[in-house]
Structures are given as C-alpha cells and as structure tokens.
C-alpha cells in the first residue's frame, strides 16, 4: 500500500517452512555420537570407531585397476543409463545363477542403484503413500523405517525374528489391521542383530504368507556373502514364487569393500522393478560409468577377495566375542553380517539408557560403539559393535574398555538423556 514501508525481517525472524515429511522422521539419535566423536578426534584423541559399518579395507586391487582404467576413458565421462548399463545387470544375473541356481531376466528383473540404501529409499516412494503400511521387525535397521515416514506411509513394529514365530506376529499384524499392511520388510542377516535364517525353508513361508494375505515383500540382503563359518546366507530368490511376491535388494559396499563406490542392485518382481526404474529415471542419471565396469570385474574376479576378507571378519569376530565376554557382556557369535549384538550388563550401564552409555564409553574408553536405542525400542539394553577395525586396534579397543568399565574408574552416575539433534536431521552415515 501506498506510504507503508515493507517490513524486513532479518534473520532470527526468518522460518523455513519444511515439508510436513520431515517433521514425521524419528528424532537423529546418533547426532551426539558422531558429533562427539567429531569434536574429540579434531581435538587428537584416538577414537577407536567399532560403530559405523564402514569398510577399512580396500577393494580388490583389480576393481580399482579397472576403475583407473575406464576413468580415463571420455566415452565414459558422459551420463549412463538409471537402470545400469546391460553389461552390469547381465554379470549380476550370471551371478545369482551361480551362487543361487536363480534365473533373472537382466532386462526386466533386475535394476543397478546408487547403493542398495539410494534403492530402497526411492522403491518406497515408488510403492507406498499416505494410507500405506509397511511391516518391520523391531530392532531395525533405521532406513528401513526412515524411508517409509518420508514416503508419507506408516511403520507398523512387530518384534524381530528369524522362526515361525515371528512370521505368525507379522500375520497377526496383517489380519488385524485395516487397511490392510501393504510391505512387508525382511532384512537376513539381520542388522543390527546379525541373526540369520537357516535356509529357503523360512522364505518359502514368506512367500506363502505374501501370497495367502495379498502383501509384497522387500528383502535387504545387504550382508548376502559377509558370512562365516562355512554358512552360506539364503536367497529370498531362491524361494518358489518369491519373483511373484517381492524384492531383493544386494550391495558391493560389504563383500568387496566398495561402500564408497555406491553400488548394489534390486531384483525380483518385474512388475516392482519398472516402478523403481520409473521413479530412478526422474532422479538421476544412473551410476558413473567407470564404477559400473570395475563391478563387472569385482562379479568376475572377486571370490577370492571375498573369501579373503570373510576370514578377517571372522577372526575380528571371534577376539571381539571372547573380550566382550569377559567384559561380562551378553553375545552370540553370528554367522553373517559384520556386527556383533550384545547386552550390556546393570553394572555397566548404571542406570543410563545405550545412548547414554554409548557417550560415555566414548568420553571414558574413547571407544565408539551404536547403541541399541537408535535401532528401535527392542534395541535398548544393547549395543551394535562392527568388525572394521584391524586385530591390534580390536584388541586395544577391549583394553580400554575393560580398565573404564570392569577396573575402578570413577563413571559419571546416570545422567539426563543428552537433547537429541533436531527432528528430521539426517545424514549419510546414519549407520550404514
């Protein structure tokens, strides 16, 4: 209007108006964590990090050739293809043959991601929508949950397991529910407890279940060739009918060490798979060419690299299991992904809740372990530890836990939850 001066608001007045779906993400319970750890390692502590599941070692020598090689080729500098180049999806297909007696159609039955997290984030946002409801055990590993909300779906928890018994509380969940739950999400081995299924045997009840309530299934088989112990991880693709059900979804970041290269696939459902490409094909230009082909010769010439680095974990495993139980902490030795699940003991605990504890091993030990908190209420009373770190670091990582915990150091009695970071704050690292 004439005569009236605008008003400026400066910045204090200034509020953003995010989108309601990220007011509906769970509050970032690691933001303490990773900020601490931050703050202590630019002040030059040592943190020793058993927390994250982020690969130290390095990929196989030939993947990086490769990768050094097609990078330096211009044909390769351009955008790909979303769904990955056929050359890729072909040598993942002639991989589940062989590891898994399991034909797919590299055309229409199997989609390369930006890592198997980037995939099943954007399958959810091709599958579900507000009224929608996905299934998953409790504890969880959190996109499993995250990914949901920000689709604009619900989470319905039901208590983890790997037996008859947990598949009859999803099917309690399902009947009694209305609407009626649309996804249901599997993840073996299981983060973060590790637990694993025997054989087909558990996803062929799943597909039985799928197909008698009307429901689809995503499996995250992110820890598919992390095993030990000569077990060997079940496909859900090797079940009868579960292409007619679901998907699966693999990753690169694990078995060949190739976390930083963000690179996995989603296969299964024909019908399942077009949604993802279609939702792909408006979000990005597909994975840097140059990765794609390295991958191709990871599938080719990877075993041993495999083999190799299964070993390490083992023996990471079979230290942190015997020094974790002399601790006093509660474990089992799993035969599959690269964490360890245990419950930490009253006496070390003191009253605080895993978040608490896990600062405080932090600030005490300077040892950095996921507390169970930040995997679902089921969680708590336990901490996540992975097996990334080399013997020696391992090794030292339970010295200083034990003379903190177990050897008169004085502890800060329980304390006040420390303020949660913001709600909705995400990151990359939210426990890979």
Sequence with gaps: ?????????????????????????PPYLFGQINKLKHEKRVAGVDIIDLGMGNPMDGAPEVVVDKLCEAARDPRNHRYSASA??????????KLYERIYDVQLDPETEVIATIGSKEGFSHLCLAMLGPGDTAVVGDPYFPIHVYSVAIAGANVIKVDAGCDEAFLQRVQHVVENIYPKPKVLILNYPHNPTAMTVDDVSFFDKVVDLAKREGIYVIHDFAYWRTCFDDYKAPSFMQAKGAKDVGVEFVTFSKPYNMAGFRIGF????????????????????????????ASILAMREGEQAIADQNDI?????????????????????????????????????????????????????????????????????????????NEQRIKQALRQMDRALNKGIKMPSAQKTPELADEGKLADDVLM
């Design 266 to 293: 989603c296969v299964g459902n024909k019908e399942i798979i077009r949604a993802l490409a279609k939702i792909k094909g408006y979000y990005d230009y597909g994975i840097f060419q140059p990765i794609q082909i």
């Design 1 to 25: 209007m004439p005569g009236v001066e605008p008003k400026i608001m400066n910045q204090d007045e200034w509020n953003i108006d995010v989108a309601d779906r990220l007011h509906r993400l």
């Design 313 to 389: 974990y083992q023996a990471r495993r079979d230290i942190l299991v015997d020094g974790l139980r002399k601790l006093g902490w509660e474990l089992d030795s799993p035969r599959g992904s690269m964490f360890l699940w245990a419950k930490v003991p009253e006496k070390h605990l003191q009253g605080q809740n895993t978040l608490e504890f896990a600062l405080r091993l932090m600030e005490e030990a300077e040892v950095v372990v996921s507390p169970g908190l930040g995997f679902g209420e089921n969680g708590e009373k336990h901490v996540r530890v992975a097996l990334v770190e």
């Design 84 to 93: 990955g180049v056929l050359n890729l999806r072909r040598d993942l297909a």
